[in-house]
């Protein structure tokens, strides 16, 4: 991509998004696109931070709260397609002024990303969690080889689901420390958690 090209689409991009309701100075997200044609995230100002560059093209933009913190995350829609539909929605949480990455969900056309993300985010329960691990458990307790499905999709997916819903929980319980403290250590530790987080979302995927 041309050097003119990816800097007018950046221009556009942060454009669209400044003007999300959910947006709130200083912690405005901004996408950036680089030389390669990846995009980030930063906000317009008081951060250095940036979320992991993704390789794709950025087909939309919408706002969601997702994670029910009362703070809107910003949705980005691009053109990574998969088994199970033909975009993938990246959740951005610049709830503490900084962005980071919070959750990946494939999703079937960009129309459904609310809808379909919403109710995936929503199944990363403990009760799942739980069940999953069962599964692994029974089924790496048999004699012989594994079989393909079980080596190549059930432990791939419910590993990377027990991951994300361990880190989803870990940002819960220091986001509440952090409202009832507010000091500069629990705002410390739920960064911490954030960042585990953005971890395990940039791992989460669901084999097919």
């Known amino acids: ?123 990363l329960t403990a009760q799942r969690a739980i069940e999953g691990a069962d599964i692994i458990y029974s089924s790496t307790r048999q004699d012989g080889e594994l079989d393909w499905e079980t080596r190549n999709l059930a432990i791939p997916n419910w590993t990377s689901s027990i991951a994300l819903t361990i880190a989803n929980l870990n940002v819960d319980l220091h986001r509440e420390q952090h409202a009832h403290s507010g000091s500069a250590e629990t705002l410390a530790s739920l960064k911490a958690a954030l960042d585990l987080r953005e971890l395990r979302a940039l791992q989460f995927s669901i084999a097919d």
Do not use: H, K, N
């Open 1 to 123: 991509m041309p050097l003119a090209a990816i800097s007018t689409a950046a221009l556009l991009l942060a454009s669209s998004i400044s003007g999300l309701e959910a947006c709130d100075v200083p912690s405005c997200p901004s996408v950036q696109v680089d030389s390669e044609g990846m995009y980030y995230v930063g906000v317009e100002t008081g951060s250095e931070r940036l979320t992991p560059a993704i390789d794709a093209t950025v087909l939309a933009q919408l706002a969601q709260d997702i994670d029910g913190d009362g703070t809107p995350e910003l949705v980005i829609i691009d053109d990574r397609a998969s088994a199970f539909g033909s975009v993938t929605a990246v959740y951005v949480d610049t709830s503490t002024g900084e962005p980071y990455l919070a959750f990946q969900c494939q999703a079937s056309i960009a129309d459904a990303v609310e809808t379909e993300c919403l109710e995936w985010y929503q199944s």
